[in-house]
Structures are given as structure tokens and as C-alpha cells.
């Protein structure tokens, strides 16, 4: 663990003080409401199944609606997306008061209310966790997602508690007052400033809606921890079951009620607490995989308790394992994930952690309703414990985690030294690369400074990694600034997945056309790169533009482009003097924004390419939906050890 001494306050960020008032709003009226609905569909009906299928129409909207959710939260600003789920969420707060007042709201009223509830939720969580890696540094981010934990186990802590009180004034009362707090949240989120959306807006196809399974599906690290949440909170769930043990075995009345929905939340808390001040820096694939153990023999004992004290504290240790579980989790979820696709894969991570929790009240209420509320909650745990167990076996990547930052540099040697080791190399990039797991952590240093992304240096890496650090070996998976990249064998040569940097058009830029020496048809920009597209392969093949002009440009680098010649889709060469490189030989970052440009041109989306420098070099490129699959190979020339 960090010492706190060492770490800059959260509290000097006003735009996360904001929004972890915001979460904290939302999420403590949402408890309230749920204790308020819980106890009146009880006892209108006294039916367990009635309180499994308040959790089936949570999840219905979670899976159903997965892909939009996702689109909706890297297409537009998360502030106005999780606002809006507020506005939805009070009128429905509004509903369950009136219905209540008028004597209306009875089974079926409450079913619909609860799955719009449950829609607007299922937009509002994955953009709510996509928000904070947008509005705090890097370094901060696992304590931040700690940090904004405590939010809800604050929330989880004091609503339900403030729920079971108010109730004993009715539940239009407690319906009231949600409305109202539902309104200030949506007020506090207008006010947090940050990166709230994609900087580039992608065209929606099936690729794209599909790209946050993908990218999990092709991450060993980030498929384990979800999946083993999954499978964990579906089993070990025991929330729809309070009721009957307040009413039925503890006997107890809201207040008990109240109580035991706020138990999970004190243990969350308090171990949210300690992790937004001390960060997990050792052994966290282990430590997830055993919290979750605990969880389970947690619900176990809870399962078989009789007495209130007991079920309290099992649910407090069940709360800090699970809090523990979920940081890890969502710390290597955010720190392995572009900002622009994080909104699609947080959509996929909510609808498996969200999912399985709603489903898992419905599989909790459903059981209980044919073997008992004792039975169904004893075997979730039994369950649980067995799921951690085989997930061990199944995922060594995970169970190898030993840090959740990513990529802070902690076992890099320090960036002077890098920057030193890449000049004294003077190369267009040198690659620094460290284990992690059963993965790696890749940088890039040109001998001027750190770049976000380079083809050929992971290129290279996958084959010094496949070919003599691990020859059995037939993919690898680096965490890089620019998310995770995927190298997979390909007959002789390896194909490399990487993020799609989509352009669009700008006028030429004044100077542009005599500084290239050529005029161009088209001029396109994105984040990183200017774009020309010229006449013909020719005109590229023999440009000569002035360096001096490109390295002050706006952009890290000038790509050249134009339809092909003998036997080639199109043809570029890339210059980045900015970066040290005058030209580069062959560069694969190029060539993710060269990909969706052809692509759109060509109305193909495989091509053969080649880049026209002195030395040249033909890439293989496939787009696939945001993704930009490239393929080529690696001719090993030397070897040796540096003295650092």
C-alpha cells in the first residue's frame, strides 16, 4: 500500500468533488426507493418471486439495450447522458408518490416503474464510471475510483437507513424526497468539468456496437476480472432476500430492513475509505481472486444465521470484500481502455456487474420461492467460493496482476533514462517493455520524446516476445497510452490490432501546398496527424517538402498520401521532424488513420500498402469496425546488452 503522505488530495479537483456529491445523490435516493418499493410489493403480495422480478426488470434493460448504451456514452456528453437518467428517475420517483397518494400503484404499476427506473440506470452507470478517468490525472485514477466507490457505499449506507425511517411516515414520503434528490444530482452533473466525450464522433455499424465485447473477449486480464464478477454477484446476490429475513426469520420490521440493506454499504465503505488513501500496489490478481473467496464464505454465514447481530456483521465483511473486488476490477478496466472506446466497454462491464446483480435478485427470489430463503442464499455462497477457485486456474493473466495503474512507469527505468537510451540508439523509436502478468506494459520513446503509439516498435516487441522470450507463445496482449494492443501469429509474419484515428477535412493550411512541393487534392486532420492526399503514387514517391516547415505545424506528424501503384491499394510516406523523425521508414500509427480514409474511398476495408520512404515497406491492412488490423514481419539483425 502507498502511504497517503505521498499522494496529492482528491479534494483539490473540484470537478470530482462535484461529481462524488452528484454519485452520492443519485445513488442514496435510488436506495431509499428501493427500500420503499421493496416492503410495499411485499406487502401488497408477500410473494419472494415479486421481489426476483423487481431484479428482472433491472435487467432486462441492461442487456437488452448493452450496445446503444455504450454508443450513446462515446457519442455524446456523458454530463448530459447521466443527466438526463436523473430527469427520468424523478419522474418516476414523482409516479411512485402519486400512485401511492391516489391508491392506484399496485403490482403491475410498480413492475413498469421499476424497469424505466432500471433503463434509465442502466444508461446512467457505465457513463457515470466513464466520466472519472476524464476529470482526474492518471495516477490518480485507482484512488479516484475508490474514492468515487465511497460514494455509493455512502449512499447505500444512509439511503437505505433514511428509506426504512421515512417509511414508517408512508412511502409517498420517501418517494418525495427521491424526486427532489434525483433534480440536485442532475443539477450537480451540469456543473462537472472534464473530457466528457470521444474526440472524434465514428460512424455507428455492427463493428462498432460490437467493439467493447471485442475488446474484453481479446483481453485476457479484463475477460477474467468481469467475468469472474459476473458469475460471483449472480451467485452470491442475496439483496432480494432481505426482506424475507427481516420480516420472516430475524423478525424485525423496515427498520431491520433498513439495516441490513445499509450492512454491505458500512463494510464497502469503510474499505473504500482506506483505498481511496492507500493504493493496492502488489499482488492485485490475487487479492481480487481471494476477496471474492471471501465474499462467498460471507454469504454462506449469512445464509445460516438467525441472529440480526450476526447477519449485520457477515454483511459488513460481505460489503468490504466485494469493495475491494469492484476497485480492482474497475481500475483495470479504466486503466486499460482508450478514452474513446470507454464508454462502450464500461457498457459491457455494466451489464455483466449490473446484470448479474439484478439477475441474481431474480435467481435469489426464485429459489427461495421453491426451496426456502435459507437454501437459495446458502448455495450462492457455496457458489461463489467454488467460482473464485476455478477462475484461478482458468486465468493466470489475472491471478499475475501485481499493480492496477498500468502503465505508470514504476518498473520502467525513469523517463530521462529512456529518452537517453532512445538518443544514444537514434532510431526512429526504441521500445521499453516490462511483464506484467502474463502480459506486458509497452512504451516508446523517438530520441525526442515518448509517443502514444508505434507500429513497428510493437511489431518488433511481439517478435522479440513470441520468438525468444516465450517461442510457444502465439499472442500478446500490451498495455500501452493508447489502450490494449493484441499481436497475433499470422502464418510467417504477426497481425497487430490497433485503435482505428479517424480524420476529417480542414482547408489547406496556409503554406501547406509549397512547404509539400505538391498541391493537394485533400487536406484531413485528426488528434495526431495532418493528412495529404495527392494526384497520384508518383507525386508521393518523389516529394521532397520542407522539414522545417512540417516541424512547425500544429500536429505531430504530416502523412502523404495517393491511390495506389503497381499492385497496391495506395501508397504514403510520414514525416514527424516534431518527434525527431525526419521521415519515418515505416509507420504503422500512420497507417490507423490512412486505413478508415481508404476505406471510405475505396469502399474496401482490406488492403495492401506501402509505405514509399528509402527504405520502404509494404503493410497489410484490415478496418474493422474501430479497429485497425495491420499485418507484417520481423527479420531479427542484432542482439546484445545495454550498460545503463
Not at 28 to 44: E, K, N
Not at 451 to 466: E, I, K, N, S, W
Not at 600 to 608: E, M, P, S
Amino acid at each position: 500500500m502507498d502511504s497517503p503522505a505521498r499522494q496529492p488530495s482528491l479534494l483539490r479537483h473540484r470537478p470530482f468533488v462535484l461529481f462524488w456529491c452528484a454519485r452520492t445523490s443519485t445513488s442514496g435516493a435510488y436506495q431509499m426507493q428501493a427500500v420503499a418499493v421493496g416492503w410495499q410489493l411485499y406487502d401488497l403480495t408477500h410473494d419472494p418471486l415479486d421481489l426476483g422480478l423487481v431484479g428482472l426488470m433491472q435487467f432486462f434493460p441492461v442487456v437488452v439495450l448493452a450496445l446503444v448504451i455504450g454508443q450513446t456514452a462515446d457519442h455524446f456528453d456523458r454530463r448530459v447522458v447521466a443527466g438526463t437518467c436523473q430527469v427520468v428517475k424523478a419522474i418516476c420517483a414523482a409516479l411512485f408518490a402519486l400512485g401511492t397518494l391516489q391508491g392506484w400503484l399496485d403490482r403491475s404499476s410498480i413492475l413498469v416503474l421499476i424497469l424505466i427506473t432500471g433503463t434509465a440506470r442502466a444508461f446512467e452507470a457505465p457513463t457515470l464510471h466513464s466520466i472519472v478517468p476524464g476529470i482526474v490525472p492518471r495516477p490518480l485514477l485507482p484512488r479516484a475510483i475508490a474514492a468515487s466507490a465511497t460514494a455509493q457505499q455512502t449512499a447505500v449506507i444512509c439511503g437505505p437507513a433514511l428509506g426504512g425511517f421515512l417509511y414508517v411516515l408512508g412511502p409517498a414520503v420517501v418517494y418525495g424526497l427521491c424526486t427532489a434528490v434525483f433534480i440536485t444530482a442532475c443539477i450537480l452533473i451540469s456543473f462537472v468539468q472534464g473530457k466528457h466525450h470521444a474526440a472524434q464522433r465514428k460512424p455507428v455499424s455492427v463493428e462498432t456496437l460490437f467493439a467493447g465485447f471485442r475488446y474484453i473477449r481479446d483481453n485476457p486480464i479484463l475477460l477474467g476480472a468481469v467475468s469472474l464478477d459476473l458469475f460471483a454477484v449472480l451467485l452470491g446476490g442475496v439483496t432480494a432476500l432481505l426482506p424475507i429475513y427481516a420480516r420472516d426469520i430475524l423478525g424485525s420490521g423496515p427498520w431491520g430492513l433498513g439495516l441490513l440493506r445499509s450492512a454491505p454499504a458500512v463494510g464497502a465503505l469503510s474499505m473504500s475509505v482506506f483505498l481511496a488513501r492507500h493504493a493496492i500496489e502488489r499482488r492485485a490478481g490475487l487479492l481480487m481472486l481471494g476477496t471474492v473467496c471471501i465474499f462467498g464464505l460471507a454469504s454462506t454465514v449469512f445464509a445460516l444465521s438467525t441472529s440480526i447481530a450476526l447477519s449485520f456483521a457477515a454483511l459488513i465483511v460481505y460489503g468490504a470484500a466485494d469493495a475491494i473486488s469492484v476497485v480492482i476490477r474497475q481500475s483495470l478496466v479504466q486503466t486499460r481502455t482508450p478514452h474513446d472506446m470507454l464508454g462502450r466497454v464500461m457498457s459491457v462491464n455494466s451489464m455483466f456487474s449490473g446484470s448479474s446483480g439484478t439477475l441474481g435478485e431474480f435467481r435469489a427470489g426464485a429459489l427461495a420461492a421453491w426451496i426456502g430463503a435459507v437454501p437459495s442464499a446458502l448455495i450462492g455462497g457455496v457458489g461463489v467460493i467454488l467460482v473464485a477457485l476455478t477462475w484461478f486456474r482458468l486465468f493466470p493473466a489475472l491471478r499475475g496482476i501485481e499493480r492496477l495503474t498500468g502503465e505508470t512507469g514504476e518498473r520502467f527505468p525513469d523517463e530521462a533514462t529512456m529518452l537517453a537510451i532512445a538518443v544514444e540508439n537514434n532510431l526512429s523509436e526504441t521500445a521499453f517493455l516490462v511483464p506484467e502478468g502474463g502480459d506486458y506494459q509497452l512504451r516508446w520513446f523517438t530520441p525526442v520524446l515518448e509517443v502514444p503509439l508505434c507500429g513497428h516498435g510493437t511489431l518488433a516487441t511481439a517478435a522479440v516476445v513470441m520468438e525468444r522470450l516465450e517461442p510457444k507463445r502465439n499472442s500478446v496482449v500490451f498495455h500501452t497510452k493508447s489502450g490494449a494492443l493484441t499481436v497475433k501469429r499470422a502464418g510467417a509474419g504477426f497481425v497487430m490490432d490497433f485503435p482505428a484515428r479517424p480524420s476529417e477535412p480542414v482547408p489547406l493550411p496556409a503554406g501547406f501546398a509549397t512547404a509539400l512541393g505538391a498541391e493537394p487534392m485533400e487536406v484531413y486532420i485528426n488528434s495526431f496527424n495532418y493528412m495529404a492526399v495527392l494526384e497520384s503514387a508518383k507525386m508521393v514517391r518523389v516529394l521532397t517538402p520542407d522539414i522545417e516547415f512540417l516541424s512547425g505545424m500544429d500536429r505531430m506528424g504530416v502523412i502523404v498520401t495517393a491511390q495506389g501503384d503497381e499492385g497496391y491499394d495506395f501508397v504514403s510516406r510520414y514525416f514527424a521532424p516534431i518527434k525527431g523523425i525526419p521521415e519515418d521508414p515505416v509507420t504503422g500509427a500512420a497507417h490507423c488513420m490512412l486505413a478508415p480514409y481508404w476505406a471510405t474511398r475505396l469502399g474496401k476495408t482490406t488492403f495492401r500498402a506501402y509505405q514509399a520512404s528509402a527504405r520502404g515497406g509494404e503493410v497489410g491492412c484490415r478496418v474493422v469496425g474501430d479497429r485497425v488490423e495491420l499485418e507484417g514481419s520481423c527479420v531479427f539483425y542484432m542482439e546484445g546488452q545495454a550498460e545503463i
